[in-house]
């Protein structure tokens, strides 16, 4: 599983402009032309341009090398080319018609639209095209091996709303199928694979928590995050206290978007105590990053736990490129964390990486 942030060609994002260094200016003359918002994606300037874009991005990073593995791919705020930003300028989230075009359109060129599975509503955001049903599903899949474990993999910025109390970034929909699957007993194993991480924060606009750097450079909560929204976390918290009352199962969470390895147990989120079954929450590592990639370069922050939960952190999270392997069996889920060092690897050494951290997680009586 990919998990976000396949594309990275910000269009109107304040922050990832300013640290392209030229913004939208400098990427016209990489690809050689500017989009046109009013015009259609396919069959018009906009599919030369976005495979000028996206194309590099994408083939190169995976190109044949997973020839032999099925690859699913979630999309995140930078699949719809814009970073989840919020000024009084602009907030680029929900996205808007072009955005959601362009992110379809890559994903229909690219990678992998979700296999059918009956047990996910058919009218999901992405499932259906003129009030018709489709095969496939662009934005809410299933990953699913017998009756042995199935992952859940959604993305939070298709639906997201900025409705303050009642705000949410699955739609409720979505939130209703993913909790029935979560209480559904016919499978052994239930994993959560959403966009965008539990556990930790890096002060993002368009995180769960409303956690933002202050002017002491540390994460806080006594200064209000612009645009944040209330009902945010409040989803967070129905979906955390749905995965940790999976009795008999191992409730685990599986992310991207923080470009960071790391792995926690989250004991509390706010009011709600997990002690009884913890959250085990997982920060896979990015395949690839570029230097000004990590939190700590572009928000000048690592990904710390938010002040909302109580988090015992088993790998705290490592800025390097990295994976994570998870072998399923009856009674246990055992995760093999795996990282490179871009400064100080050779990509050879990638042939015979071993795992920096392994971890057994055993299913709970």
Same mark, same amino acid.
């Given at each position: 599983?990919?998990?976000?942030?396949?594309?990275?060609?910000? *269009? %109107?994002?304040?922050?990832?402009?300013?640290? @392209?260094?030229?913004?939208? &200016? +400098?990427? =016209?003359?990489? $690809? !050689?032309? #500017?989009?046109?918002?009013?015009?259609?994606?396919?069959?018009?300037?906009?599919?030369?341009?976005?495979?000028?874009?996206?194309?590099?991005?994408?083939?190169?990073?995976?190109?044949?090398?997973?020839?032999?593995?099925?690859?699913?791919?979630?999309?995140?705020?930078?699949?719809?080319?814009?970073?989840?930003?919020?000024?009084?300028?602009?907030?680029?989230?929900?996205?808007?018609?072009?955005?959601?075009?362009?992110?379809?359109?890559?994903?229909?060129?690219?990678?992998?639209?979700?296999?059918?599975?009956?047990?996910?509503?058919?009218?999901?955001?992405?499932?259906?095209?003129?009030?018709?049903?489709?095969?496939?599903?662009?934005?809410?899949?299933? *990953? %699913?091996?017998?009756?042995?474990?199935?992952? @859940?993999?959604?993305?939070? &910025? +298709?639906? =997201?709303?900025? $409705? !303050?109390? #009642?705000?949410?970034?699955?739609?409720?929909?979505?939130?209703?199928?993913?909790?029935?699957?979560?209480?559904?007993?016919?499978?052994?194993?239930?994993?959560?694979?959403?966009?965008?991480?539990?556990?930790?924060?890096?002060?993002?606009?368009?995180?769960?928590?409303?956690?933002?750097?202050?002017?002491?450079?540390?994460?806080?909560?006594?200064?209000?995050?612009?645009?944040?929204?209330?009902?945010?976390?409040?989803?967070?918290?129905?979906?955390?206290?749905?995965?940790?009352?999976?009795?008999?199962?191992?409730?685990?969470?599986?992310?991207?978007?923080?470009?960071?390895?790391?792995?926690?147990?989250?004991?509390?989120?706010?009011?709600?105590?997990?002690?009884?079954?913890?959250?085990?929450?997982?920060?896979?590592?990015?395949?690839?990053?570029?230097?000004?990639?990590?939190?700590?370069?572009?928000?000048?922050?690592?990904?710390?736990?938010?002040?909302?939960?109580?988090?015992?952190?088993?790998?705290?999270?490592?800025?390097?490129?990295?994976?994570?392997?998870?072998?399923?069996?009856?009674?246990?889920?055992?995760?093999?964390?795996?990282?490179?060092?871009?400064?100080?690897?050779?990509?050879?050494?990638?042939?015979?990486?071993?795992?920096?951290?392994?971890?057994?997680?055993?299913?709970?009586?």
């Amino acid at each position: 599983m990919a998990n976000g942030d396949h594309v990275y060609w910000d *269009l %109107r994002s304040p922050l990832t402009m300013q640290s @392209l260094g030229g913004g939208s &200016r +400098r990427a =016209m003359e990489i $690809a !050689g032309g #500017s989009f046109d918002r009013a015009d259609v994606v396919l069959g018009s300037d906009n599919e030369v341009i976005l495979k000028r874009a996206a194309g590099p991005q994408i083939v190169s990073v995976y190109g044949t090398d997973f020839r032999s593995t099925p690859v699913f791919f979630i999309q995140d705020d930078h699949d719809y080319f814009e970073n989840d930003d919020a000024y009084d300028t602009i907030v680029t989230f929900p996205p808007d018609g072009f955005m959601t075009e362009m992110a379809r359109t890559t994903q229909a060129l690219y990678y992998p639209e979700f296999l059918p599975d009956a047990e996910r509503p058919r009218g999901l955001a992405g499932s259906t095209f003129a009030g018709r049903g489709l095969p496939v599903s662009e934005s809410f899949g299933t *990953l %699913r091996y017998g009756r042995l474990a199935e992952v @859940l993999l959604y993305t939070v &910025r +298709r639906t =997201m709303t900025l $409705a !303050g109390p #009642s705000a949410v970034f699955p739609d409720g929909e979505v939130e209703r199928w993913l909790t029935r699957r979560m209480a559904a007993p016919e499978v052994t194993h239930v994993v959560n694979a959403p966009s965008n991480p539990p556990g930790w924060t890096a002060g993002k606009w368009g995180e769960w928590y409303p956690d933002v750097l202050g002017p002491d450079g540390h994460l806080t909560t006594a200064v209000a995050k612009p645009y944040w929204q209330a009902g945010w976390l409040k989803q967070h918290d129905r979906l955390l206290a749905a995965m940790s009352g999976m009795r008999g199962r191992i409730p685990l969470s599986m992310s991207g978007d923080l470009h960071a390895i790391g792995i926690g147990h989250i004991r509390r989120s706010g009011t709600l105590d997990l002690s009884a079954n913890p959250v085990v929450s997982v920060l896979t590592g990015p395949v690839g990053t570029s230097p000004s990639g990590w939190p700590s370069g572009i928000r000048k922050v690592g990904a710390t736990p938010p002040a909302h939960l109580s988090v015992d952190e088993r790998v705290k999270p490592i800025e390097e490129h990295g994976f994570t392997l998870a072998d399923f069996t009856p009674d246990s889920i055992t995760l093999r964390f795996f990282k490179w060092n871009v400064n100080t690897q050779s990509a050879e050494a990638l042939d015979t990486l071993e795992p920096f951290h392994t971890t057994e997680l055993k299913r709970p009586a």
